[in-house]
């Protein structure tokens, strides 16, 4: 798993942006840090929630100078209706593949429910240099990243 202080593996996908463009993380944070908030699936209260707090709280890091991008398993135009759904104004990385999910060590399942490999629940925030200045992951899918921690961190970035 990726820790604090860690190069955050390197990236392309696709992107939900409203449409379906390409993201890359190293051309990202030349913009400046970003958040990747991994998140099991779309369409799912938990998820929703989170989602929505991250765009809650969308002010506080445009401020700091990040950006902030939902992660998960989802296809581009199923993240894209999610986007819609809940009126989400960041993109999100679709990781249909589970290169993301794998490479930053953060797969799990729902064995009960027959689903494999999604992503943990996890907070990533990534500097201009690829550099994990945050991490943080749930074991439960069920429990929330603390945003004001994550907001501080960024902050502090």
Same mark, same amino acid.
């Given at each position: 798993?990726?820790?604090?202080?860690?190069?955050?593996?390197?990236?392309? *996908?696709?992107?939900?942006? @409203? $449409?379906?463009?390409?993201?890359?993380?190293?051309?990202?944070?030349?913009?400046?840090?970003?958040?990747?908030?991994? #998140?099991?699936?779309?369409?799912?209260?938990?998820?929703?929630?989170?989602?929505?707090?991250? $765009?809650?709280? /969308?002010?506080?890091?445009?401020?700091?100078?990040?950006?902030? =991008? @939902?992660?998960?398993? $989802?296809?581009? #135009?199923?993240?894209?209706?999610?986007?819609?759904? /809940? @009126?989400?104004?960041?993109? /999100?990385?679709?990781?249909?593949?589970?290169?993301?999910?794998?490479? =930053?060590?953060?797969?799990?399942?729902?064995?009960? /429910?027959?689903?494999?490999?999604? *992503?943990?629940?996890?907070?990533?925030?990534?500097?201009?240099?690829?550099?994990?200045? =945050?991490?943080?992951?749930?074991? =439960?899918? @069920?429990?929330?990243?603390?945003?004001?921690?994550?907001?501080?961190?960024?902050?502090?970035?």
């Amino acid at each position: 798993m990726i820790s604090v202080g860690d190069e955050a593996p390197e990236f392309t *996908a696709p992107l939900a942006n @409203g $449409d379906v463009a390409e993201m890359t993380l190293s051309e990202a944070v030349a913009d400046g840090p970003v958040v990747l908030a991994f #998140f099991p699936g779309a369409f799912t209260s938990v998820c929703s929630h989170e989602m929505e707090s991250f $765009d809650d709280r /969308l002010d506080e890091f445009a401020d700091a100078g990040v950006t902030v =991008y @939902g992660v998960s398993i $989802d296809t581009p #135009f199923a993240q894209n209706a999610f986007r819609e759904e /809940l @009126g989400l104004s960041f993109d /999100l990385v679709s990781d249909s593949n589970r290169d993301i999910v794998d490479a =930053y060590g953060i797969a799990m399942d729902f064995t009960a /429910l027959g689903v494999h490999n999604l *992503a943990k629940r996890a907070v990533f925030v990534v500097d201009e240099d690829r550099t994990v200045t =945050y991490a943080w992951v749930s074991d =439960y899918p @069920g429990v929330e990243p603390d945003y004001d921690e994550v907001v501080e961190a960024v902050q502090d970035a």
